[in-house]
């Protein structure tokens, strides 16, 4: 029953746990409609539980004191918030929370760590995808510092494409701007561009993928270092 229910799961972390693993977390999972703005993380607060996305994206966001922010990560249905409780800490100085609507698992940050304590297999495969979140966190500060606008929005609708289903994005101006690091009309700029090469539709509140090779090509290498991690690692 553990396998079956391992090969039914969404969410592609928890799919790759062996039957063993699994049943340590399965019996805390709790699944959830995750609603836009919904909270997981708050910058220097006490993680309470840790989610495992099925569908939709989570944001993760880094706040200067200023009150600067900035997104610095994204997690889907490859991957799970609580970085930080799985290298042993408590909380992280950046916020999680959703930015597409979807679902999830939810557990108790105890009861992992409680399940990582008791199976060493269970923590490194957790390990094995913080350090793919890290690469690809890395990957965001050197397209932020050297690719053009066009070529870092190419890669951020690559990135959200893998973690949907389908062609449609629900994404908003305010949250691109986020995104990228700039203005709105930044934002505007970069989607028409795109949009003038035929590879997305822009509509309000929505981006559609018209050609996700082309996308690539505009991406270039961007785009494809964290997929080829993650793919190395995780499966």
């Known amino acids: 029953m553990l396998a079956a229910s391992s090969s039914r799961q969404r969410n592609r972390l928890l799919a790759a746990l062996s039957p063993a693993d699994l049943g ?4 805390h999972l709790d699944s959830l409609t995750l609603k836009l703005r919904h909270d997981m993380e708050r910058p220097h607060k006490r993680i309470q539980d840790v989610y495992f996305m099925d569908a939709g994206i989570a944001s993760v966001v880094a706040v200067q004191s200023d009150g600067t922010r900035v997104e610095v990560g994204l997690i889907g249905r490859e991957g799970m918030t609580g970085t930080a409780v799985v290298l042993g800490d408590s909380q992280s100085p950046h ?21 990582m304590q008791a199976s060493e297999s269970l923590h490194g495969l957790l390990l094995k995808y913080v350090q793919a979140f890290m690469v690809q966190t890395a990957h965001t500060a050197i397209a932020n510092a050297r690719a053009k606008l066009d070529e870092r929005l190419s890669r951020w609708i690559l990135m959200a494409h893998d973690r949907i289903a389908g062609n449609k994005l629900a994404l908003t101006h305010e949250f691109l701007a986020l995104m990228l690091g700039v203005r709105r009309a930044g934002v505007t700029e970069a989607l028409q561009s795109l949009s003038r090469q035929k590879l997305i539709e822009a509509r309000r509140g929505e981006v ?28």
């Open 208 to 235: 559609v993928v018209l050609n996700r090779q082309g996308i690539m090509r505009r991406a270039g290498s961007s785009y494809g270092s964290p997929e080829a991690e993650y793919r190395r690692l995780i499966g």
């Open 95 to 115: 916020e999680t929370y959703i930015q597409v609507a979807g679902e999830g698992q939810r557990i108790a940050a105890g009861e992992l760590r409680n399940a």
């Open 24 to 27: 340590l977390l399965q019996p």
